[in-house]
Protein backbone atom coordinates (compact mmCIF):
# COMPACT_ATOMS: atom_id res chain seq x y z
CA UNK A 1 0.00 0.00 0.00
CA UNK A 2 1.51 2.98 -0.84
CA UNK A 3 2.48 5.50 1.98
CA UNK A 4 1.18 9.32 2.59
CA UNK A 5 4.14 11.35 1.60
CA UNK A 6 4.94 13.63 4.35
CA UNK A 7 7.79 16.20 4.64
CA UNK A 8 9.43 18.26 7.57
CA UNK A 9 8.82 22.64 7.30
CA UNK A 10 9.32 25.03 9.38
CA UNK A 11 10.14 22.43 12.21
CA UNK A 12 6.72 20.13 11.53
CA UNK A 13 5.50 17.40 9.62
CA UNK A 14 3.72 18.51 6.68
CA UNK A 15 1.88 16.26 4.02
CA UNK A 16 1.14 16.78 0.97
CA UNK A 17 -2.89 17.13 -0.77
CA UNK A 18 -3.57 17.61 -4.04
CA UNK A 19 -6.89 20.31 -4.41
CA UNK A 20 -8.50 18.98 -7.99
CA UNK A 21 -10.69 21.77 -8.85
CA UNK A 22 -13.66 20.70 -11.48
CA UNK A 23 -16.21 23.25 -12.89
CA UNK A 24 -19.33 22.55 -15.34
CA UNK A 25 -18.04 24.29 -18.60
CA UNK A 26 -21.23 24.84 -20.11
CA UNK A 27 -21.94 26.65 -16.63
CA UNK A 28 -18.41 28.59 -16.63
CA UNK A 29 -18.99 29.43 -20.21
CA UNK A 30 -22.75 30.50 -18.86
CA UNK A 31 -21.27 33.18 -16.74
CA UNK A 32 -20.86 36.86 -17.58
CA UNK A 33 -17.41 37.93 -18.51
CA UNK A 34 -16.87 40.03 -15.01
CA UNK A 35 -18.05 37.20 -12.73
CA UNK A 36 -15.13 34.79 -14.55
CA UNK A 37 -13.03 37.62 -14.49
CA UNK A 38 -13.46 38.18 -10.86
CA UNK A 39 -13.60 34.66 -9.62
CA UNK A 40 -9.81 34.91 -11.49
CA UNK A 41 -8.27 37.70 -10.19
CA UNK A 42 -9.75 35.76 -6.57
CA UNK A 43 -7.61 33.21 -7.17
CA UNK A 44 -4.63 34.81 -8.31
CA UNK A 45 -4.87 36.84 -4.47
CA UNK A 46 -6.28 33.22 -3.42
CA UNK A 47 -2.84 31.54 -4.65
CA UNK A 48 -0.47 34.01 -3.55
CA UNK A 49 -1.77 34.05 -0.30
CA UNK A 50 -0.70 30.21 -0.58
CA UNK A 51 2.81 31.04 -1.68
CA UNK A 52 3.01 34.02 1.11
CA UNK A 53 2.13 31.08 4.27
CA UNK A 54 4.50 28.35 2.68
CA UNK A 55 1.57 26.45 2.10
CA UNK A 56 2.04 25.95 -1.86
CA UNK A 57 3.62 23.70 -3.99
CA UNK A 58 2.37 23.95 -7.24
CA UNK A 59 -1.08 24.05 -9.32
CA UNK A 60 -1.92 24.77 -12.73
CA UNK A 61 -4.98 25.56 -15.35
CA UNK A 62 -6.24 23.40 -17.93
CA UNK A 63 -6.93 23.82 -20.84
CA UNK A 64 -10.70 23.05 -22.15
CA UNK A 65 -11.36 19.85 -21.96
CA UNK A 66 -12.31 19.58 -25.84
CA UNK A 67 -8.25 19.62 -26.29
CA UNK A 68 -7.56 16.49 -23.92
CA UNK A 69 -6.92 13.02 -24.89
CA UNK A 70 -7.82 10.08 -23.41
CA UNK A 71 -5.50 6.54 -23.96
CA UNK A 72 -6.91 3.45 -22.64
CA UNK A 73 -5.98 -0.61 -23.45
CA UNK A 74 -8.63 -2.54 -25.00
CA UNK A 75 -7.55 -5.93 -25.93
CA UNK A 76 -3.64 -5.11 -25.64
CA UNK A 77 -4.30 -2.75 -27.69
CA UNK A 78 -3.52 0.76 -27.10
CA UNK A 79 -6.67 3.03 -28.17
CA UNK A 80 -6.35 7.01 -28.01
CA UNK A 81 -9.42 9.09 -28.07
CA UNK A 82 -10.11 12.67 -28.23
CA UNK A 83 -12.02 14.40 -24.89
CA UNK A 84 -11.80 13.86 -21.17
CA UNK A 85 -11.29 10.59 -19.50
CA UNK A 86 -15.00 10.07 -18.23
CA UNK A 87 -18.22 11.05 -18.87
CA UNK A 88 -19.04 13.24 -16.58
CA UNK A 89 -21.13 17.24 -15.73
CA UNK A 90 -18.02 18.34 -14.36
CA UNK A 91 -14.53 18.95 -15.70
CA UNK A 92 -11.57 18.60 -14.40
CA UNK A 93 -10.10 22.71 -14.74
CA UNK A 94 -6.99 22.54 -12.58
CA UNK A 95 -5.33 21.53 -9.92
CA UNK A 96 -3.14 23.06 -6.46
CA UNK A 97 -0.68 21.13 -4.69
CA UNK A 98 -0.85 21.72 -1.26
CA UNK A 99 1.18 21.36 2.13
CA UNK A 100 -0.34 21.22 5.29
CA UNK A 101 -0.57 19.70 8.65
CA UNK A 102 -3.14 17.60 8.07
CA UNK A 103 -6.40 16.99 6.41
CA UNK A 104 -8.65 19.28 8.49
CA UNK A 105 -6.24 22.29 7.39
CA UNK A 106 -6.01 21.30 3.51
CA UNK A 107 -9.78 21.31 3.41
CA UNK A 108 -9.85 24.62 4.99
CA UNK A 109 -8.09 25.94 2.45
CA UNK A 110 -10.07 24.13 -0.39
CA UNK A 111 -13.46 25.88 0.86
CA UNK A 112 -11.30 29.35 0.23
CA UNK A 113 -11.23 28.27 -3.80
CA UNK A 114 -13.30 30.93 -5.76
CA UNK A 115 -14.70 28.79 -8.05
CA UNK A 116 -17.07 27.24 -5.15
CA UNK A 117 -19.58 30.02 -4.35
CA UNK A 118 -20.24 29.87 -8.07
CA UNK A 119 -20.97 25.89 -8.86
CA UNK A 120 -17.27 24.38 -8.77
CA UNK A 121 -16.12 21.36 -6.70
CA UNK A 122 -13.15 20.36 -5.29
CA UNK A 123 -11.80 17.20 -4.44
CA UNK A 124 -9.14 16.95 -1.93
CA UNK A 125 -6.43 14.10 -1.51
CA UNK A 126 -3.25 13.24 0.14
CA UNK A 127 -0.44 12.57 -2.20
CA UNK A 128 0.69 8.86 -1.45
CA UNK A 129 4.28 8.16 -1.74
CA UNK A 130 5.13 5.01 -4.32
CA UNK A 131 6.55 1.99 -3.15
CA UNK A 132 10.01 0.99 -5.04
Known amino acids: ?13 TMQY ?3 C ?7 NNLPDAQK ?7 GDWVQNLV ?5 RGGAKLHPPLSAKTVRMKNGRTVITDGPFAETKEQLGGYHLIDCMDLNEAMSIATRIPTLP ?10 AELEC
Open 18 to 20: MLM
Open 118 to 127: AGGTVEVRCI
Open 37 to 43: DTIMRDY
Open 22 to 28: CFDETAW
Open 52 to 56: NTGHF
Open 1 to 13: MPLATAEFQNGEI
